[in-house]
Nanobody, 123 residues
Framework: QVQLVESGGGLVQAGGSLRLSCAAS????????VAWFRQAPGQEREIVAS????????FYADSVKGRSTISRDNAKNTLYLQMNTLKPEDTAVYYC????????????????WGQGTQVTVSS
């Protein structure tokens, strides 16, 4: 079992930055992939970024590539997402998720989810 708690969301002006954190509990966190997803009102949940268990492999959605950095600290059981140059279209609830797979881009591979943190970007 893994429990995930996101933090760091909020209201920011376009062009600003936010750093999301996801604190995890459970022994399997460090051995599996973790990822950030987001869901805007009326839209499907989409993957934003993912990182392999070791941190050696990362993926970014085209919509955030070049503006965001995913990282993890397995010693602290924490996942991060640094988001820069935020745009109004980044407005969504952001979720962190954990998988037992070493690395995956498949949403079905992510078994554990946090409650989400709201990110709102004003124009």
């Amino acid at each position: 079992q893994v429990q995930l708690v996101e933090s760091g969301g909020g209201l920011v002006q376009a062009g600003g930055s936010l750093r999301l954190s996801c604190a995890a509990s459970g022994r399997t966190f460090s051995s599996g992939a973790v990822a950030w997803f987001r869901q805007a009102p009326g839209q499907e949940r989409e993957i934003v970024a993912s990182i392999s268990w070791s941190g050696s492999t990362t993926f970014y959605a085209d919509s955030v590539k070049g503006r965001s950095t995913i990282s993890r600290d397995n010693a602290k059981n924490t996942l991060y997402l640094q988001m820069n140059t935020l745009k109004p279209e980044d407005t969504a609830v952001y979720y962190c998720a954990s998988s037992r797979a070493r690395y995956s881009l498949n949403v079905r591979a992510y078994e554990y989810w946090g409650q989400g943190t709201q990110v709102t970007v004003s124009s």
